[in-house]
């Protein structure tokens, strides 16, 4: 990307992001904000964050958060937010109380992964996510490079849109520091390579390609070196910038 470029791409970034925060691309209620407010620091907060996020493809982010929350305020399947307590359950109750508020929506794939996350962090961390950010020094680095080692044991978490998305969320919803946050990317989900596409940050031909994902999280990562924001600082503006259908574009 020539230097030229790259400024005209961070200028326009940097209106997205002033955008966002004087609230004019909407945004006061997030997915995510749909919590039950547990401390921050919490074992149950880390966890809450978590094991959703692994299930949130293909989907309607508020729905699977609203899901969620309904999960975890009712006291006849909480439960699965526990980790011990999962591995202990046979699958088919796993599957019928992750089904009860539409966690699941794919009954068998996704109570699967459910439970390979529950084993992973049982076996692993105690039952306990901050163990896996202690483990790995809280550094995005090491994390990515540890989950990616063990790509099986963290089923979709370990995917680089949704990875990088919940390294995110957990910055924002518990009381996690990351040392070098400047490492989380872009998620390049649907909207952001939408948004992407319109600021010309990408090509037509870098679209359709199966590449996309990386292509978009590689630009941003760019764009960004060198100023006093990091890449995923983008990625809630591009987000909502989509669902505006691209409000304000003349002023970028």
Request: charged content about 25%.
């Amino acid at each position: 990307m020539k230097t030229q470029d790259r400024e005209i791409f961070l200028n326009k970034a940097i209106k997205l992001i002033e955008l966002h925060q004087t609230g004019k691309l909407g945004g006061e209620i997030m997915p995510e904000d749909k919590n039950p407010g547990y401390s921050l620091g919490s074992k149950e907060n880390y966890l809450y964050f978590t094991l959703p996020m692994a299930l949130n493809y293909q989907r309607n982010a508020y729905k699977l958060w609203e899901s969620a929350y309904e999960t975890a305020s009712d006291s006849l399947v909480a439960d699965v937010f526990d980790p011990q307590k999962v591995i202990a359950m046979t699958e088919e109750k796993l599957r019928e109380k992750l089904v009860k508020h539409k966690v699941a929506l794919q009954m068998n794939k996704q109570t699967a992964i459910w439970q390979r996350l529950c084993q992973t962090f049982t076996k692993d961390f105690n039952g306990d996510v901050r163990e896996l950010f202690k483990r790995t020094n809280y550094s995005v680095t090491e994390i990515k490079t540890y989950m990616l080692a063990h790509k099986k044991d963290f089923p979709y978490l370990s995917g680089n849109k949704i990875m990088n998305y919940w390294l995110y969320v957990m910055t924002q919803y518990t009381d996690l520091k990351l040392v070098d946050r400047e490492n989380i990317s872009v998620a390049p989900d649907t909207n952001v390579i939408q948004a992407s596409l319109k600021l010309a940050i990408i090509t037509e031909e870098e679209y359709n390609s199966s590449q996309v994902q990386q292509i978009v999280a590689e630009c941003w990562q760019e764009i960004f070196s060198e100023s006093q924001y990091e890449a995923i600082d983008i990625h809630t503006p591009l987000w909502l910038w989509t669902r505006s259908k691209f409000a304000y574009f003349e002023e970028l």
